[in-house]
């Protein structure tokens, strides 16, 4: 079950680890796939059980990897006390789509991983008593219109019951859809109470009030596969990166091939080139190997490979990724 944890303290979750694999991941976290096939005693059972699973756990163990790039001060904000508080991280899923019809335990991953970094930050340290809430909005024209509103949790009990009496630290998740392009949404965003601070009525807020409080409404951006440079999809990506690249904050994107991760490359790289925002990145993009992609292959239907003495345009979801700071 995705409910059934192992929570070790600080560096135990291999996600925290650059040459960790998926296999790692599931047995730290007790799921014995091997043990429960062994019956049957197959070894391309275990692998097709482990490549199902990758497919559902790609979304949210790809995102938790690079939470500590998205807010690496995560566990560094403390109270006047001394003792770390709630910290919410606000982010955007633009462009959602088979990620955000997940089930919920499979999301509650994504807690996991936060609460790996926290308790690395603090190299248990009894005094770090932080919790955690995540906002994820999910925003596309291709997010189902019937999905509401919900927050999830996941509460860390790896304590004696006597300090679980005393305090736990609990995660939470609240995932948002909007079945919207992204500039419908930011400008619902701008004319609803989310974005006027509970000004009185007769405030009237500039336009350079407004926009400053857009690009700092999300902490960072998630593109899962967006295909930034596919021949069908380029344009109408364009006016939506420049838009993200101007807020300044961490975006992760993640590509479905090599060459998918090629096309959006030298994408990006035009658009920092010719951003504003440039003298604050490095400009350089570089896609790696992401070794929580899903391990279920399709062949590429809008792919212009395939004729006769070409190779078939196999992708594979988040086979790549790469986090622009």
Known sequence: SPLSPVMEKGGGNPMLRDEATLEDYLRWRGWDIEGKLYEF??????????????????????LGRHVNAISPSLSQKTGDDGFNRKQHLRLCCVGARAE?????????????????????HDGGDERSEQSFHCTIDFIGPDVPSHLKSKTIALIDND??????????????????????????????????SYMTNNSNSDDIQSSSDRTDQIRQFWDGFALFNPGLGHPNLAKQWKPTLKFLLGTGKPILFTAHSTIDAERDRLVL???????????????????????????MGFVDPFSSLGSKGTKVHIVTPNHSAFMLQ
């Open 100 to 120: 955000c019809t997940l089930p919920d335990d499979y999301w509650r991953e994504f807690l996991v991983a936060a609460m790996s970094a926290n308790q690395a």
């Open 269 to 295: 790289e035009e658009l920092l080139v010719d951003s504003a925002d440039n003298n604050s990145r490095d400009g350089l993009v570089e896609y790696n190997v992401n070794p929580y992609a899903s391990r």
């Open 41 to 62: 005693k197959g070894d391309d059972l275990v692998h097709s059980a482990v490549g199902l699973l990758s497919h559902t756990l790609t979304f949210p163990l790809t």
């Open 159 to 192: 304590r004696c019951p006597q300090q679980q009496q005393q305090q736990t630290k609990e995660y939470e998740l609240t995932m948002n859809y909007h079945t919207s392009f992204l500039h419908e949404v930011v400008l619902k965003f701008l004319k609803s």
